[in-house]
């Protein structure tokens, strides 16, 4: 399976921390995205990195990707409370996404 | 800005009914996508529809599933005669090409089956 699996399975920080979570995928991919679920509701896409790329910036996230260790980062810089959410890895398989369990995120004020 | 939608939010049968789960994909899209998610596990792919036909689907997408797309802007999946298992939370999902590009997700419908 390609699917990814997110580290650790959930971190909880204080607003303004930077919080980081891992993904790790075993074949190779074209791209992996990353996408946020609050509690209950539907997932949003948060970013996309291609296979061919190391790193990408949106906002107070940034995403690396390292294909020969076949891994993933996700970095959210300057956390506020309402980043609290689950964050999913997920890999492309033909058309198919295959989404890691996630890590699920906890912001205090 | 554009987003898939879906109805309806929740939706209760009783085990052995049919139920149609449907969704409106961002109108530009020509790919469309159906996952699951039980309570407490991770999202599943179930399958992905182009040019009127399914592109792909999962081992889950059995002959109790099937998809349409009966005019130029629903989509719909049809579960034929659900089992307590089918309850989950179905999501839509929509893409421009190319495959396995950005795809965007529909808040869900959550299936009750008693």
């Known amino acids: 399976s390609q699917q990814g699996e997110e580290d650790p399975q959930a971190l909880s920080i204080q607003e303004g921390e930077n919080a980081t979570m891992n993904c790790s995928y075993k074949?190779?991919?074209?791209?992996l995205q990353w996408y946020r679920q609050n509690s209950g509701r539907g997932l949003v896409h948060l970013i996309l990195?291609?296979?061919?790329?190391r790193e990408k910036h949106s906002g107070r996230l940034r995403v690396t990707l390292d294909t020969s260790k076949k891994s993933s980062s996700l970095l959210i810089t300057a956390s506020r409370a309402a980043d609290t959410a689950s964050y999913f890895c997920?890999?492309?398989?033909?058309?198919?996404?295959?989404f890691g369990k996630g890590t699920s995120l906890l912001v205090t004020p | 800005e554009p987003e898939v939608t879906q109805t309806p939010s929740h939706q209760v049968t009783q085990m052995g009914q049919e139920v149609i789960l449907r969704c409106v994909p961002i109108s530009n899209h020509l790919y469309f996508y159906w996952y699951r998610q039980i309570l407490g596990q991770k999202v599943e792919f179930l399958v992905s529809?182009?040019?009127?036909?399914?592109?792909?689907k999962s081992e889950i997408f059995d002959d109790q599933f099937s998809v349409e797309r009966p005019d130029g802007s629903n989509f719909t999946l049809k579960i034929r005669s659900t089992k307590l298992e089918d309850s989950a939370m179905y999501f839509c999902a929509s893409s421009e090409p190319p495959f396995g590009d950005t795809q965007y997700f529909g808040p869900g419908t959550r299936l009750t089956v008693l």
């Open positions: 529809f182009y040019n009127n036909e399914i592109s792909e």
């Open positions: 997920a890999t492309a398989s033909g058309y198919a996404l295959n």
């Open positions: 990195i291609r296979s061919n790329e």
């Open positions: 074949t190779s991919i074209n791209n």
